[in-house]
């Protein structure tokens, strides 16, 4: 099995950087995901890591250390409808997902 | 049809009713998985399908079943519906490819009373 953590919450500032951290211990792994999920929506894909190394979209940046079951999201130049929360997930060897409880990030103006 | 999409939207139930959950995708995806959403425990795996003809089960399969006749549906039923099945259920599906990032429906709110 999976056990995923996360931070619960975190808040920042318009125009801030934020960096939300995901460590997890796996029988089996086979790429990391982040999900954004607006309160009351489904969650969307943002990024995908399987090998070390950042991967860079837009605003929004992901890391993966795979020996120390770590990855980070990045989020820059935060804007108010950053607001949500932020899924990680491990894929494992059978290709199916396990995910964390979610960090809710509340971006002040 | 754009995507994927469930229905109902949201349904109250009265305890011991079964109910089937509606899953419909049009993106030709090889893979289907219902998940439930609890407050602080995230999204968790009920059962999955990897290909037309196949299902597993997930981390909380109990009390929940799946059927995958063809690759377009997934419904998900609720043989005998109890209080702790409140919850928000997503439909999602992904293809083969190495990414294979899963697609999520809108969800269905179920309330078991």
């Known amino acids: 099995g999976q056990n995923i953590d996360q931070p619960t919450e975190m808040t920042a500032t318009e125009g801030a950087i934020v960096q939300i951290n995901c460590t997890y211990q796996?029988?089996?792994?086979?790429?990391l995901f982040w999900y954004q999920q607006h309160a009351g929506e489904a969650p969307t894909f943002l990024s995908y890591?399987?090998?070390?190394g950042l991967e860079e979209k837009g605003r929004f940046s992901s890391f993966l250390s795979r020996s120390k079951g770590y990855s980070y999201l990045l989020l820059k130049e935060l804007q108010m409808k950053d607001s949500a929360s932020y899924l990680c997930a491990v894929r494992d060897g059978d290709y199916k997902l396990s995910f964390g409880a979610g960090t809710t990030v509340t971006v002040r103006a | 049809i754009a995507g994927i999409t469930q229905a109902p939207t949201s349904q109250i139930l009265a305890a011991g009713r079964r109910m089937t959950l509606r899953c419909t995708q049009d993106?030709?995806?090889?893979?289907m998985y219902w998940y439930r959403q609890d407050l602080g425990l995230g999204l968790r795996l009920i059962h999955y399908s990897n290909t037309a003809g196949t299902t597993g089960k997930g981390e909380v399969p109990d009390g929940y079943s799946v059927s995958r006749a063809n690759t377009d549906d997934f419904p998900l039923t609720l043989a005998s519906a109890v209080p702790s099945q409140t919850s928000v259920y997503f439909c999602a599906s992904s293809d083969s490819g190495d990414r294979g990032e899963q697609f999520f429906g809108p969800g269905t709110r179920l309330t078991v009373l």
């Open positions: 890591n399987v090998l070390d």
């Open positions: 993106m030709r995806h090889n893979a």
């Open positions: 796996t029988s089996g792994f086979n790429g």
